[in-house]
């Protein structure tokens, strides 16, 4: 099965910093996602990438299928990121979604 | 537009006694529903996935199951609750590949 790696496990950053989460997938996957999961536990789907890059607000992410890896870019950060961020990605031809192990943010004031 | 409920959101129970959670799905037909387990710490474990009515397929052999008794209700279960049950239980949806969490299960076995 494939297997999904995230770096760093831990970030901390002061408020307005920007920073750059990294996720590495072995064997081919047919869809990538990241989810931030709030300290209330609840997971929100931030981007399904499975190529190419996408933009929303302060956030964006970049997924290089042929290199195995996505990159999430959090600039100006916010209190309000702080959580888990987590990637994800099914192996082909499966509906099976696995997580990787996910890097916690914290953004002081 | 479509909504996700899971239920409760915190339960303490006793190991032995059994255990039913239940997750419905609103707004959307023949959705792929799914259970995952987050333990103490940060992973998202799989536990079981449904494409259909009554169509279940288990990734981890342990103490639960799961059955799908209509196209929108997904329901967790254990006849007898083990300690190491307890974690943090997430329900999600997906049409194609779109995914929506609910906002979990907190399980405390004691």
């Known amino acids: 099965g494939i297997q999904v790696e995230q770096s760093p496990p831990d970030l901390i950053l002061q408020e307005g910093a920007n920073s750059t989460l990294r996720c590495n997938f072995s064997?081919?996957?047919?869809?990538l996602q990241w989810f931030h999961q709030n300290p209330w536990g609840q997971l929100i789907n931030l981007f399904y990438i499975p190529s190419g890059t996408k933009q929303n607000g302060r956030l964006s992410a970049t997924t290089v299928a042929t290199e195995r890896y996505s990159l999430l870019y959090i600039s100006s950060s916010q209190t309000t990121d702080s959580g888990v961020y987590f990637c994800a990605a099914h192996e082909e031809s499966s509906y099976k979604l696995i997580f990787g192990s996910g890097t916690r943010l914290l953004v002081r004031p | 537009s479509q909504t996700i409920h899971q239920w409760p959101a915190t339960l303490v129970q006793p190991v032995g006694s059994p255990l039913s959670l239940e997750c419905t799905v609103e707004g959307t037909s023949n959705p792929n529903l799914y259970w995952y387990r987050q333990a103490a710490g940060r992973g998202l474990q799989l536990l079981f996935y449904?494409?259909?009515?009554?169509?279940i397929s288990s990734e981890v052999p342990q103490n639960l199951s799961a059955s799908r008794p209509q196209d929108r209700q997904f329901i967790l279960s254990s006849k007898k609750l083990l300690l190491s049950d307890s974690g943090f239980y997430l329900c999600?949806?997906?049409?194609?590949?779109?995914?929506?969490f609910g906002s979990g299960t907190r399980l405390t076995v004691v």
């Open positions: 449904s494409v259909g009515i009554g169509q």
């Open positions: 999600a949806w997906s049409v194609v590949y779109g995914y929506t």
């Open positions: 064997d081919s996957v047919n869809n």
